[in-house]
Nanobody, 114 residues
């Protein structure tokens, strides 16, 4: 079965860190363009980070550049999003995505609040 399953969300204080995982089944993440999106209440879904197939080339939204890191572990067929120095405006549901076929995970809540 082809699917994506996110984990690792939760509540964190401003300035804190959180790591998200996206486990893929039915295909190999290393040969696909993989992305993290987020959607805050009342806002459109926003592309946060992209990792290209093969190597480690990555791209980030200006709003997270320098704070978030996307990576991939081929052996575990998993894509990660490490989020540091979190801000309240990072609060959103985060989604993992495979570009081909526009495959989405179920989403996971990240809340940044004191």
């Amino acid at each position: 079965q082809v699917r994506l399953v996110e984990s690792g969300g939760g509540l964190v204080q401003p300035g804190g860190s959180l790591g998200l995982s996206c486990v893929a089944s039915g295909f190999a993440v290393h040969s696909n363009v993989m992305r993290w999106y987020r959607q805050a209440p009342g806002k459109e879904r926003e592309l946060v980070a992209t990792i290209m197939p093969g190597g480690s080339t990555a791209y980030y939204a200006d709003s997270v550049k320098g704070r978030f890191t996307i990576s991939r572990e081929n052996f575990k067929n998993t894509v990660y999003l490490q989020m540091n120095n979190l801000k309240p405006e990072d609060t959103a549901v985060y989604y993992c995505n495979r570009q081909i076929g526009n495959l989405w995970g179920q989403g996971i809540q990240v809340t940044v609040s004191s």
